[in-house]
């Protein structure tokens, strides 16, 4: 906002920082017109952005549960729509931020645990992003703004407080990339017991944590982690390089068995790397059913770290 004059942001609660400190002091240094606290009314403020980024401004919409941004889906269609229909020629600069997907114990009931974002997937012209790290956040984050056409970045609500790091000041990341956070051995690769496993948002955390459980009972099984920080363009190329070397997927998905993100990706897998899969791909995704408030309930529902390790020994045991 320092930057450029025409960037303007909406928030709920946002003279107080909202729920997360993301837009914090930005109404106590900009004034309100360029920094609006708004009401409890997404699809109002999502509109009012809309109307921003058609006429001139670059504005920023964070949520503080990406989930109530349903009510301004008509809007964010209206978005995708017009940037798509006049092949980026009418400028649609709109970013919207917030809080998402299912983490394991959540305990934040059905309505706020929606994978808003598996929603969003079809609509034209929209670019989705995911971050797990303060680094992917900040430099995603940035390039979104600077982005000519509309975007959403989807960010873990559970790890939002306690997750800390330095990152490196003005580096924007590109909209379109995944990345390999976690290599397997080449001798897991030669032995055939390595998987790549893709994922996204708290499935980062919760891989990260079955590769550790996998070195400490399974040293001899490997695993690609392949963030996928954009799910809409997905970085095919990426994932096609890691299936070279290992063969088998497994995919730890934040969204519903039917119509999901995973769902999507999986598809995408069978019809563009079908060579390279010695198996088919393993889906770990959330079932078609509300997420329980209670965590004992919600186990049934929502995957993690234990389902993939489950996961990775039966892929690279033939048990499929």
């Known amino acids: ?49 809309l109307g921003e980024g058609m006429n001139g401004f670059r504005p920023i919409v964070e949520l503080m549960n990406s989930n109530f941004g349903i009510y301004g889906m008509a809007e964010l269609s209206s978005a995708g729509n017009t940037f798509a229909t006049t092949g980026g020629q009418f400028l649609m600069p709109l970013t919207v931020i917030g809080a998402g997907g299912t983490a394991p114990n959540q305990a934040l009931g059905a309505e706020h645990s929606q994978p ?14 995911t971050a797990a790290s303060p680094e992917a956040a900040y430099g995603l984050a940035k390039s979104m703004i600077r982005d000519n056409g509309p975007g959403i970045l989807f960010l873990p609500v559970k790890m939002m407080k306690e997750t800390k790091g330095s990152l490196a000041l003005d580096r924007c990341l590109p909209l379109n990339r995944a990345v390999l956070l976690h290599r397997a051995s ?14 996204y948002l708290h ?17 001899q ?14 970085d095919l190329d990426t994932i096609r390089r890691s299936l070279a070397r290992t063969h088998k997927a497994a995919i730890l998905d934040e969204s519903t068995l039917s119509g999901g993100v995973g769902a999507t990706i999986s598809a995408l897998l069978g019809e563009t790397c079908y060579y390279e899969l010695d198996m088919p791909v393993r889906r770990l995704c959330m079932d078609d059913a509300p997420v329980p408030y209670a965590s004992s309930m919600e186990q049934a529902v929502v995957k993690r770290a234990a389902d993939l390790v489950q996961a990775v020994v039966d892929l690279t045991s033939n048990a499929f």
Request: net charge negative; with cysteine.
């Open 1 to 49: 906002m320092l930057r450029d004059p025409t960037t303007v942001i909406h928030a709920e609660d946002l003279q107080a920082g909202s729920s997360y400190n993301i837009p914090k002091l930005t109404q106590q240094t900009f004034g309100r017109l360029r920094a609006a606290d708004e009401i409890i009314d997404e699809g109002h403020f999502i509109g009012k952005a």
């Open 221 to 234: 099984l490997g695993v690609d982690l392949v963030e996928l920080r954009s799910l809409k363009p997905l």
């Open 116 to 129: 808003f974002h598996a929603y969003v997937m079809g609509i034209p012209g929209l670019k989705i992003c």
């Open 203 to 219: 499935g980062v955390k919760e891989a990260q944590l079955a590769i550790e459980t996998l070195a400490a009972l399974h040293p």
């Open 186 to 199: 080449d001798e897991a690769v030669a032995s055939g017991r390595a998987v790549t496993v893709l994922t």
